[in-house]
């Protein structure tokens, strides 16, 4: 999901939070959701040996363990 995301012709975080929010759970993602996504994403890239790719790993990673993204009601 990283790489998806990466490859995406997003002008910035907040577009790619919103398409990773689109794809897992077909909504936006509410104002600070997308805050807490983008305080974790500069935290891993502040991370040192960090990279890109890593930070929205965890992004991802974030997402798809969302109870909303894992239990079906």
């Not at 077909?26 to 930070?55: C, Q, W």
């Amino acid at each position: 999901m990283a790489d998806r995301l990466l490859a995406e012709p997003s002008p910035d975080d907040a577009a790619r939070i919103a398409s990773a929010y689109r794809l897992c759970l077909a909504r936006r993602p509410t104002i600070a959701e997308r805050a807490r996504l983008a305080a974790l994403l500069e935290e891993v890239r502040s991370e040192e040996g960090s990279s890109e790719r890593d930070a929205w790993e965890t992004v991802a990673r974030v997402v798809l363990n969302l109870d909303e993204f894992i239990t079906r009601e």
